[in-house]
T-cell receptor, first 111, second 113 residues
């Protein structure tokens, strides 16, 4: 059974800092790896999706990498802003498109 | 498109009552997923459907939980009888199988007293 772990559970940084969120998974037979953002009391918003054959994806200030052999993914956020404060979840996708989520990293960017 | 629609957005009920959560997936999507989010267990998959057929319900916690998808545009998740430990946020999501990104509804916040 796939298990997804995220470190750290919480992170607080000053505005403008670059930061890295980590995600690891136990079963490398994934369809893809996704990063989501969740604001308090809200649903999930997809940020980046990396296909199993890809190494990274970029969107604006966000860059996600994937290393299937080591079972790891990272989300890099450049020049963080207070508006980036949220919980970030990574999820592996199985062959039937079902998602297995990590427990999330709660990010606070201080002005 | 209005996205995935869930109702109600909030539900407060008493232990032992029946609770029905509703979901309307994005038109044309052929997969529908029900997830539950709690502080203790995070986000976990309960059940998913493909073309209205339940494929995997191994995540459904107990027989008190049941889900149906009578047509491509509607699904329900029912809890009967409800218990305080069922208090959580329940999310519905849908995807078109040929695409990649799963779209989530806003969730239903359930509180069982």
């Amino acid at each position: 059974k796939q298990e997804v772990t995220q470190i750290p559970a919480a992170l607080s940084v000053p505005e403008g800092e670059n930061l890295v969120l980590n995600c690891s998974f136990t079963d490398s037979a994934i369809y893809n790896l996704q990063w989501f953002r969740q604001d308090p009391g809200k649903g999930l918003t997809s940020l980046l999706l990396i296909q199993s054959s890809q190494r990274e994806q970029t969107s604006g200030r966000l860059n996600a990498s994937l290393d299937k052999s080591s079972g790891r993914s990272t989300l890099y956020i450049a020049a963080s802003q207070p508006g980036d404060s949220a919980t970030y979840l990574c999820a592996s996708t199985g062959s039937a498109r079902q998602l297995t989520f990590g427990s999330g990293t709660q990010l606070t960017v201080l002005p | 498109d209005a996205g995935v629609i869930q109702s109600p957005r909030h539900e407060v009920t008493e232990m032992g009552q029946e609770v029905t959560l509703r979901c309307k997936p994005i038109s044309g999507h052929d997969y529908l997923f029900w997830y539950r989010q709690t502080m203790m267990r995070g986000l976990e998959l309960l059940i998913y459907f493909n073309n209205n057929v339940p494929i995997d319900d191994s995540g459904m916690p107990e027989d008190r939980f049941s889900a149906k998808m009578p047509n491509a545009s509607f699904s329900t998740l029912k809890i009967q009888p409800s218990e305080p430990r069922d208090s959580a946020v329940y999310f519905c999501a849908s995807i078109l199988g040929t695409q990649e990104t799963q779209y989530f509804g806003p969730g239903t916040r359930l509180l069982v007293l």
